[in-house]
């Protein structure tokens, strides 16, 4: 047998996945044209390859269909409950960094950090007759952050398409979301409140607990862990 | 038997089942003493309860949607109670009920997501202690002889200290508002407390400013406005942080006292016997202290002996923010593998809330047959 390793199946996240494996000594190919979800491992028996969507490979980790994975903190924590039962972070990775911040107008200089936002959403209630709105596509992570600031008379919306638009066009008063530069929040007459860093992410490898583990797999985790340099595994 | 479990997983049936039915019947009898009973949908919508709770009920019940608006498996009956009495224009009102609720789990959770849940609510009751004994003495019927713990609070007694702190209305709004939150409402009094000088002093700069009549142009400085808060909206809420700023810090007695309140525990007429301890340097408390006499009167009247239910000023506190006043619960004794078997309280601005204002004074309670078959059938 071997572990299944899935990895993002194109970007640059999937190109800087290559080059961390490859300053490893162990090569990825990709098969066939760009277009194909398909590759092979080279230099690494105990490893067979699946290219999958980034945003899959948390699910498919969680369910045990992956043995590893390479995807980002930020996807695992919104879409995994209790990720830390079933999934281990063997390596940061050092690329695909990305924060999760809350970041409202840049104009409310009433507005520093997430005890203002509470007041402002407070009065903002008061004076509207609804919630506070903030966009979001990480409900979970917004959610647990804004109860452990104790912030209330708030509503999450989903974004569909770009989050740091939705203030501008009426659809929140203040947004949940990924950064890297800052500089779309900037274009955007955004800015992050000074404790609104929810999550530093980034690349991760990932191995699942929910696989299910036998001798072999264990040997070959072991065999792996020793071919990228990792600490031992914990006893999974 | 399936039904015996306090938690069955997809199925209720043959003789555990008759014994539940039997067991339903009972408690509605014991709970619905001249009320009427009713039921509900278990489809309700869901604006009304996000109105109230915001994301938390999202994170705590069902939601779901087809093309029409979002509705939510009723997570609870007394809020669409309340709708429904409120609705009926009538000052009184007794209802009795019983049917499954749904919640939310964190994956992994092995407490249930289906349960039953059978209750009474008690409309406009002229006297509040008495209405309040009642609901009790109705829950404590229905559990009958079952091995449970008591816990009684009040959350009118801090609400009544936060009343008449000598301090600014905005204070006290916001105390009252965060009192569900134990952990902000306590960094909410150290901010206008004894940290009330360092909020001042890291804002000193901003507050200078809007007091030189700066802040229009720092606003428009820092950015677009964008949004649907005004400029006008920020530019209010600057005056406020000036006043904030210019505002004494609470009397350290006073927050001492308050947090003396809620830290209050013990068998109820010997936290009565503190919290009149508490009420000699503690403005607002004595009535509050008064109306928790009256109301140990009214239960021990019921043939409820005072000195069996322990008392505990938070209690209440980490429930969704509903309750107001008199608070009570009824924890499996013995068997911390059960979820809270009984519990219930008073919740008159809930009423005021949904009535549009008018609201009138109410209190309930409810029991989870199941929860209390399995603590019963266990005991024997």
Known sequence: MRLKLGIPSKGRLQDETIAWFGARGVTIARSGAGREYAGRVEGAPELSLVLLAAAEIPGELAAGRLDLGVTGQDLVREEIPSWAERLEELAEMGFGFADLVVAAPAFWIDVRDMSDLDAVAAAFRARHGRRLRVATKYRRLAREFFRRHGVADYALVDSAGATEASVKNLAAEAIVDITSTGETLRDNHLRVLDDGVILRSQATLYSSRVARDTPERRALRAALSARLGLAAPASA | ?380
């Open chain 2, 1 to 380: 038997m399936v039904a015996d479990r306090p938690c069955p997983h997809a199925a209720r049936l043959g003789p555990g089942l008759a014994r539940l039915g039997a067991e339903v019947a009972r408690i509605v009898a014991a709970l619905g003493r001249g009320a009427d009973y009713v039921e509900l949908a278990a489809l309700q919508p869901a604006d009304v309860l996000l109105d109230l709770y915001g994301e938390d009920i999202r994170a705590r019940a069902f939601v779901t949607a087809d093309d029409g608006a979002e509705m939510m498996l009723r997570p609870d009956f007394t809020v669409p109670i309340v709708g429904l009495h409120m609705e009926t224009g009538r000052a009184r009102g007794a209802y009795v009920y019983c049917g499954p609720v749904w919640r939310r789990q964190d994956g992994g959770s092995d407490r249930a997501r289906e349960y039953l849940q059978a209750g009474v609510e008690l409309f406009g009751a002229d006297d509040p202690a008495a209405a309040d004994a009642e609901a009790l003495r109705r829950v404590l019927d229905a559990l009958g002889e079952a091995p449970v713990d008591l816990v009684v609070g009040d959350l009118g007694l801090p609400l009544a200290v936060i009343d008449a702190l000598d301090t600014t209305d905005a204070r006290k709004a916001a105390l009252r508002r965060h009192l569900w939150r134990p952990a902000r409402f306590h960094v909410m009094l150290e901010r206008y407390g004894a940290r009330q000088g360092d909020v001042a002093a890291g804002r000193a700069g901003l507050i200078a400013a809007v007091a030189a009549g700066r802040a229009g142009a720092l606003m428009a400085a820092a950015g677009a406005p964008v949004g649907a808060r005004g400029e006008d909206e920020v530019l209010d809420r600057l005056e406020r942080l000036r006043i904030e700023a210019a505002t004494p810090p609470l009397d350290p007695a006073a927050v001492a006292g308050l947090e003396a309140v809620l830290g209050v525990a013990g068998p109820a007429p010997a936290a009565l016997g503190r919290l009149r301890e508490i009420a000699r340097g503690l403005p607002g408390l004595a009535p509050a202290a008064a109306r928790l006499d009256a109301r140990l009167d009214a239960i021990a009247a019921r043939g409820v002996e005072p000195g069996e239910l322990r008392f505990e000023g938070s209690f209440g506190r980490t429930t969704l923010e509903y309750y107001d006043g008199f608070v009570f619960g009824a924890v499996a004794r013995g068997r911390p593998d059960l979820p809270p078997i009984a519990s219930g309280g008073r919740y008159d601005t809930l009423t005021a809330i949904l009535g549009g204002g008018r609201g009138v004074p109410a209190v309930g309670g409810i029991v989870r047959p199941e929860a209390l078959a399995a603590l019963t059938e266990g005991a024997t």
